[in-house]
C-alpha cells in the first residue's frame, strides 16, 4: 500500500491529547478546523472515510455526532456489538486491528464506486503509531498548542523525521489559514501542515 492517509492530531507542548476520554482544552477554532477539513471533499460527489480506536470514537459521540453523517466512519475494537449499539448512523463500520482498518479503508479508497476522497486518522495513540510505523501517512495536519495542560495521553512518539512542512494549495479547503498563530481563551496555538519527505 502506497501512503494514503492523512493525520489530524491536536498536542500541546507536552505532545498531551487528552484527558479522561475528552479534549483537556476548549478551542473553538481548532474544533471548527478540524470539522470543517475532515467533513468537506472538493469533489461534492465524494465523502471523506476516517478510522477511529474505540475511545477516541466514544470521546466524539460524546462532544459532537453531528460530522458521523458526512464520513464513512470505520472504529477499532475488539467489541463490534457495543459500539453498533452506541451507533444510529449506519455509515460506521468495526474492525479489530489497524490492519484491517488500513486494508479496508485502502479498498474503498480506490474502488471508484465506493466515492472516498480522503482517509483520516483521528486518533488515539496507538492508531497514529501504527499508520506513521507502517508509512501509510502521506500527511499530517497537527495543531500545535503553544501551552500545557493536565492530559493522560500523549502521543510521545510522534516522529516527524520523514515529514516536511508545507503550505497547501489555494483550492484547498482554509488553506490561507495553514501555519497562521490563532489565539483563544488566552491560548496560542498553530496549524502546522507536514507532507511525507
Ligand atoms: N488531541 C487530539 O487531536 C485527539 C484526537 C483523538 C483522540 N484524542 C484523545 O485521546 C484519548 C483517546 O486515545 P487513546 O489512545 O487513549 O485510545 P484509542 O486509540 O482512541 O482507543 C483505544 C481502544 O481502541 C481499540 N484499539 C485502538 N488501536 C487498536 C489496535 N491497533 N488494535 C486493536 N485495537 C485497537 C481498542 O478498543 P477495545 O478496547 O474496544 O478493543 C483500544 O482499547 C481521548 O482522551 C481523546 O479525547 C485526542
Redesign the pocket.
Known amino acids: 500500500m502506497e501512503p494514503f492517509m492523512t493525520i489530524m ?3 500541546d507542548e507536552n505532545n498531551g ?3 479522561n ?3 483537556p482544552w476548549c478551542l473553538p477554532g481548532d474544533w471548527n478546523w478540524f470539522l470543517t477539513i475532515s467533513t468537506n471533499t472538493i469533489d461534492p460527489k465524494k465523502r471523506n472515510a476516517v478510522i ?5 470514537y466514544e ?1 466524539l459521540l460524546k462532544q459532537d455526532r453531528s460530522p458521523l453523517k458526512h464520513w464513512h466512519t470505520i472504529v ?4 463490534s456489538e457495543a459500539i453498533k449499539q452506541q451507533s444510529s448512523e449506519t455509515s460506521v463500520t468495526v474492525v ?3 490492519e484491517r482498518a488500513a486494508q479496508y479503508s485502502y479498498d474503498m479508497f480506490h474502488n471508484a464506486d465506493q466515492n472516498i476522497e480522503n482517509v483520516y486518522v ?6 497514529y503509531d ?1 499508520a506513521v510505523k507502517l508509512k501509510l501517512v502521506k500527511r499530517i495536519y497537527l495543531t500545535r498548542i503553544f501551552a500545557t495542560f493536565n492530559c493522560d ?1 500523549y502521543w510521545t512518539t510522534l516522529d516527524l523525521s520523514g515529514f516536511k512542512p508545507v503550505k497547501r494549495n489555494s483550492n484547498e479547503i482554509l488553506s490561507t489559514e495553514d501555519g497562521q498563530i490563532k489565539e483563544e481563551n488566552g491560548c496560542k496555538y498553530q496549524f502546522q501542515i507536514y507532507e511525507i519527505a
Open positions: 492530531v491536536a498536542m491529547i487528552g484527558l476520554n475528552i479534549l477511529f480506536g474505540r475511545l477516541s470521546s477499532i475494537s475488539s467489541n479489530p486491528t489497524f483521528l486518533g488515539g495513540v496507538q492508531v501504527q495521553t
